[in-house]
């Protein structure tokens, strides 16, 4: 009795330690998230001489405006949401599916395919003969592309993997294999069902890390058409990039800071328009991971 | 009895059958074959582009067509002045980053797991979602805004509190442009790096907290020996997958926070590359320079992995 | 465990025998270059197969297409389906079929893979890149061709061999046509020096003519801050730190020690002479750490971006008091100043932006193209048709420039009205991303400049101010093409020598190290990375220009 007194004393303890903790952190990662909100609607040239601090300043939706009246970024929301979607689902579907097989005890080979798909974590080919041998087989200009091209992400199959190995026994599968079950009912009746926070960390990576990219678009795509929304946002800003100017403005030579007027009020407003379609989706992952906790306990 | 003696030769017989135990898995490498099919297209079908490095590649006689160099352009990498420095820079950079990085969020998750009220659970992790999706030029933006030496607001609030007057030396300091660089990291990886662990802990069995309460666990105990351990081969897995990444330090954020006198500190080998135009038309330097930091990633992974095995730990194979 | 790491080493050697072993299989490449068109005549003996007319219009007999590529930029970003080409392809018979390269990553890639179109206009070709494509002999040699199809373009290579050997590839011939603005506004001055006048004029101080003077105007702008129209947080000057646009390099100037390139080197009697070590660049850095230590520049010179910087000296109503900027900001009141006298004895004089007219290589005919006399003949038609050569490069005629009764051509908007850009961007040319000859000849005879009237434009700011006190053309330093192996070495010192010598620089001016102890350490360290060596070499590529 009493050392559950004294326990829950020690827990209200961690507890307010631990919320407070979490209530600084939120502070200091939420401000310049509200510094991205408030600047976007703020004159940038007060943005930049830093006299927007916690108030919108010269309040307007200028930037918003121009980067909404600019029509080339819906057919980019459309493409982006497509590839993605598209994506996610072969991404997560291979990294589940070899991971399932790697998790399983040693069968011949085993090693020798891990060892094939980790090295390419670290060598490959180069741009060169990669796009070389996409014109070869005539997926240059094709949106498949994007789809297959780092759809296998060996980290997410190792990840996978970790998972599966720790949270179903081998045992399991011994017994439900007496039972007759097959590998591939075993999977989808079992494992599919067991992992869902794995598949739920799983397409939150590959949903967003296709949602952000845009290199393979600008390398392999040629029609405008078929352009991601990234790839559309940085045609807006792309001369603003301080990468581009810090590096250009000695050899351009004339007014280099004409271009950057003519954008920056977009900066901000880009961020966010980009950006919160993916942020609305993370709640519904979070979902998953409550829900796995219930799964764990009706099998404990 | 009889039947067991009987079969269990005969068993062992099957399970040593090459042939048997490949065609008693065939479903396992059909579970594979997407991965190594796309694996064999997309990366090992252009993997003779690795020779560039040892030839001197000339686009027009194409990169088989080239005429082999050897080791000239390793050697011309090693052989540049400032080759150390860049190289102990990059290092730096890269190890305080691990350090930094890797265990916060691991603290983060637990934190939220064991966290009472599940609305703040809610905020925090959408939140410290969030700066994931900020591009690396806004990043270094609000950091200069923010620390801007004689108006940033970290500057008015400290000399505001009176620990600090004249101007903000952060941002006009050599030393402290690998702290910059590696927290602001932090600052925007944290939350999307917890996300894994939160999954992972998440398949906790809460029957496992229960009976330890019963033993009179506390939470902060809870937390160490249930939590903890459960979620450890992710962690170890994860350490050993980053611990191959150290050589790539990002190169567009280094460049973008350099100035006049962080220079001895932030020239790291991806920006001094990209300086010396190197990746303009040196393809053979810039695959050298490339296949290098590949190659030291990969002899660290090994390390770390033999070591986590040495330690009874997870292993990638 | 040792079966597994066995296993493990297989699986690697496994991939390393599919890398050679696929790399084998896969050595179809970029190497089988289709076989160049010898100036265009093949076995019928006429240009371009018979499809091309010698003289007049349409160039072709039947509509051809050409393919091209081009560099993207935000202030044209519809060069691919402006109006301009349907203007072309109905008087010449030629559609220009444009593909837009969104990255530098692609444009390498063009090159790397020798993937190339018909022409290539502003892509941004370097050095290496077009001594690989010219030892591919992926390119079209044009001086034959100009000399047969297009005169007005051999006359003028002819007349100016400062451009014509600018345009040289390495090995000395020449492949690629230039964009020519002799717009003696833009190309003779780099950055203007802009003061605000009605701050002066509210402390009753003149115009800054000597650096003492400007000096204490900055001390009384500050002193008054939050007085009159002045800001409370005003910045008395502020400078973009070693940027050659919007740096320090007229403070040098104003004390004699000429910096006509970012690699702070000038041209004495054609010797490329180094000025970063030279003793007397001393007196002005000693001048700039007495502004800063009065608190008249911000340490945020040294760690601003570029777009902050941009920012900041754009504020209307002004934040800055005194600024360098290709434009001035605040027209209304912002007064163009003169280089200031130090009192030293030597002239001061502003940065010129260095005569050479424009970006080189902005027209590259390439062994792919199917039609070159066409093409040639096409960029004859620029330079020598004002209508053509004016749509081609301003935009749509009407919209964009057009004539007055004297028949003279006059812009009707310009880059300075992005609103104006952006809402006429179908009509839009592609400027300087594609060749033009605006020569001295097309200022004297065709064209009138209206911004020469117009109180604080570049235009006037040139003709009033800055006329006079320009660094002379032939102290400017230019650079011609170098080897290769030349060429990389160049960067690699150019980088090293300018780290060092920015970091240095900026401690001076901080006071963070004394510049008098120092200067021996400094100097020595510098020569230590190979300044020597360096100047040799920008001596090499400055000969190859001025030969």
Sequence with gaps: MSTAIKSTSRDRLYDIVNTVVLLVLLLVVAYPLYFVVIASISDPKLVATGRVLFWPQNFSFKGYMEVVNYSPIWTGYRNTLIYTTLFTLISVLVSLLAGYALARKPFPGKTAITAFLLFTMFFNGGLIPTYLLMREIGLYGNPAIIVLLGAVNVTNIIISRTFIKSSIPEELYEAASIDGCSHFSFFFRIVMPVSQALIAVLVLFAAVSQWNSWFNAMIYLNDEAHMPLQMVLRDLIVSQSALSTASNTDSMGGDAAAQIYLVESMRYAVIIVSTLPILCFYPFVQKYFVKGVMIGSVKG | MDTASRTGPKDKKQTKSLGFRIWQSRELYLFLLPAVALVIVFNYFPMYGITVAFKDFKPHLGIMGSPWAGLKYFDRFFDMPMFSVILKNTLLLSFYTLIASFPLPIILALALNSTPSQRLKKIVQTITYAPHFISIVIIVGMLNIFFSPSMGIVRNILSGLGLMDGNLDVLMNASSFPHLYVWSGVWQTLGWSSIIYLGALSAVDPALHESAVIDGASKFQRVFRIDLPLIL????????????????????????????????????????????????????????????????????????????????????? | ?????????????????????????????????????????????????????????????????????????????????????????????????????????????????????????????????????????????????????APTWNKFMEDNPLVYNGSLATDGKLYSLPYIDFAPFDRNLRDQWIIMGN?????????????????????????????????????????????????????????????????????????????????????????????????????????????????????????????????????????????????????????????????????????????????????????????????????????????????????????????????????????????????????????????????????????????????????????????????????????????????????????????DATWDTYVAQMKQLGLDAFIELKQKAYNAIAK
């Excluded at chain 3, 349409?58 to 389906?81: C, N, Q």
């Excluded at chain 3, 890149?129 to 002999?137: D, F, I, L, P």
């Design chain 3, 1 to 149: 465990m040792i079966g597994k790491r066995k296993r493990f080493i297989g699986g690697v050697a496994l991939s390393l025998v599919l890398v050679t072993g696929i790399g084998a299989g896969c050595s179809n490449n970029a190497g089988e270059a289709p076989s160049a068109v010898e100036n265009g005549e093949n076995t019928s003996g006429l240009p371009d197969g018979g499809m091309t007319n010698l003289e007049g219009y349409p160039i072709t007999k039947e509509p051809i297409t050409i393919t091209a590529a081009v560099t993207y930029g935000s202030l044209r970003p519809e060069m691919d389906t402006t109006a301009i080409w349907d203007y072309v392809e109905e008087k010449t018979n030629i559609r220009v079929e444009v593909e837009i390269v969104k990255d530098k990553d692609k444009a390498d890639l063009m090159f790397a893979s020798g993937d190339f179109p018909d022409l290539i206009m502003n892509v941004g070709i370097n050095p290496n890149q077009m001594a690989n494509a010219v030892e591919g002999g992926s390119f079209v040699e044009m001086k034959p061709l100009l000399e047969q199809y």
């Design chain 2, 233 to 317: 081969p992710t962690i170890v897995i994860l350490l050993i997958l980053e611990s191959g990444t150290i050589m790539n330090i990002g190169f567009e954020k280094v460049f973008l926070m350099q100035n006049a006198f962080n220079l001895s500190t932030s020239e790291v080998i991806n920006t001094y590359v990209y300086k010396v135009g190197i990746r303009e038309a040196q393809y053979s330097l810039s695959s050298a320079i490339g296949l290098f930091n590949s190659g030291i990633n990969f002899i660290l992974i090994l390390l770390v992995n033999q070591v986590s095995r040495r330690l009874g730990q997870e292993s990638l194979w």
């Design chain 3, 199 to 515: 701050w002066l004029d509210e402390l009753n101080l003149p115009v800054p003519q000597t650096t003492e003077e400007f000096k204490e105007a900055l001390i009384a702008i500050k002193a008054n801050a939050g007085k009159g129209s002045i800001p409370a947080d005003v910045i008395p000057y502020y400078i973009y730190f070693d940027n050659y646009v919007g740096g320090q390099f007229d403070i040098y100037g104003s004390f004699g020690v000429y910096v006509t390139d970012p690699d702070y080197v000038v041209v004495e009697d054609g010797v490329v002479k180094d000025q970063s070590t030279n003793p007397a660049i001393k007196e002005p850095l000693k001048y700039l750490r007495e502004l800063y230590a009065e608190g008249l520049m911000p340490p945020e010179i040294f760690t601003d971006d570029f777009t902050t910087y941009a920012s900041k000296i754009s504020s209307d109503p002004p934040i800055v008091a005194a600024y360098h900027s290709y434009a001035n900001r605040q027209p209304e009141i912002g007064v163009a100043m003169g280089p200031l006298d130090s009192g030293n004895g030597e002239e001061p004089l502003l940065r010129s932006q260095a005569y050479m007219p424009g970006p080189a290589n902005t027209a590259i005919i390439t062994s792919n193209n199917k039609y070159p006399v066409a093409t040639v003949r096409l960029l004859e038609a620029i330079a020598s048709d004002t209508e053509l050569g004016l749509t081609v490069s301003r935009g749509t005629k009407g919209i964009v420039w057009d004539t007055d009764e004297e028949g003279k051509a006059y812009q009707i908007f310009w880059e300075e009205s992005p609103e104006q850009m952006a809402a006429n961007a179908g009509e839009l040319g592609l400027h300087n991303s594609f060749v033009a000859l605006k020569d001295q000849r097309f200022y004297e005879e065709t064209w009138k400049e209206l911004s020469y009237d117009v109180e604080n434009s570049r235009g006037w700011a040139y003709e009033n101010v800055y006329k006079d006190v320009v660094l002379p053309n032939e102290m400017v330093y230019v650079q011609g093409a170098i080897g290769q192996d030349d060429n990389n070495l160049l960067n690699q010192y150019k980088t090293d020598l300018t780290n060092y010598r920015k970091a240095m620089f900026a401690d001076f001016i901080t006071g963070k190290q004394d510049i």
